[in-house]
């Protein structure tokens, strides 16, 4: 596609449910990168994958989130007994290859609700 | 651990003035790259502009400038001639060579009519 591909825009879950979130990159992006921004923060660093290796998970916050990129492609950020801290928007960005100097594109987010 | 600190939660300019949005940053790092990035409601990260910190030249892009000062560990960024489409969130960003992005806090952009 044109551009970094993120659904669902919104999810609303109740507390203790279970979340999937999409990633689709730019076509032919190697690296691919997933942070949580909080509301009024910036965004913080979660996890990287290159091709289909899970090269950084340093920032998922606990062994609830687990990220996934079976075939080096779309990604999925999984969210397990979902609390309210959980509450933020999701961005996904993937870049050309692994080298820091290429840009990262992003996606418009997953804003997640936790009730 | 890298910190990226952006002193000013909002700003106001008025329309075709020019702003300074201050950034500054913590490292021990000797290359390293910089970005100021915009995102509009529709919360969309949009690129701004890039610095490579081993080059000495400040990036310009258009209306866009950066005063990258490495000893000082700054990284203000410069909207000349400022357009009502310019108000957005802006979020000064470090990576170093692993791809460790770390973000400010940003600086909330209203421009003026």
């Known amino acids: 596609g044109a551009g970094v591909s993120q659904s669902p825009r919104y999810k609303v879950a109740k507390r203790g449910q279970d979340v999937a979130l999409r990633c689709d990159p730019i076509?032919?992006?190697?690296?691919l990168f997933w942070y949580q921004q909080a509301l009024g923060q910036g965004p913080e660093f979660l996890t990287y994958?290159?091709?289909?290796?899970?090269?950084?998970k340093s920032g998922l916050p606990s062994d609830r989130f687990f990220a996934e990129r079976p075939e080096g492609s779309v990604s999925t950020l999984k969210i397990q007994r979902t609390q309210q801290e959980d509450s933020a928007v999701y961005l996904c960005?993937?870049?050309?290859?692994?080298?820091?100097?290429?840009?990262?594109?992003f996606g418009a987010g997953t804003r997640l609700s936790v009730l | 651990a890298q910190t990226v600190t952006q002193s000013q939660p909002e700003m106001s300019v008025q329309e075709a003035e020019t702003v300074t949005l201050s950034c500054t940053y913590d490292?021990?790092?000797?290359?390293?790259?910089l970005f100021w990035y915009k995102q509009p409601p529709s919360r969309q990260m949009i690129l701004v502009i890039r610095?490579?910190?081993?080059?000495?030249q400040n990036a310009t892009e258009n209306r866009f400038s950066v005063n990258f000062q490495k000893a000082a560990k700054s990284f203000s960024l410069k909207i000349s001639d400022s357009q009502l489409g310019d108000t957005a969130m802006y979020f000064c960003?470090?990576?170093?060579?692993?791809?460790?992005?770390?973000f400010g806090a940003g600086t909330r952009l209203t421009v003026k009519p």
């Open positions: 960005a993937s870049s050309l290859t692994g080298l820091a100097k290429n840009i990262q594109y």
């Open positions: 076509s032919g992006h190697v690296s």
């Open positions: 994958f290159q091709n289909e290796a899970q090269l950084d």
């Open positions: 490292t021990s790092e000797s290359n390293y790259y």
């Open positions: 610095q490579e910190a081993y080059k000495q």
């Open positions: 960003a470090f990576m170093k060579a692993d791809n460790d992005m770390r």
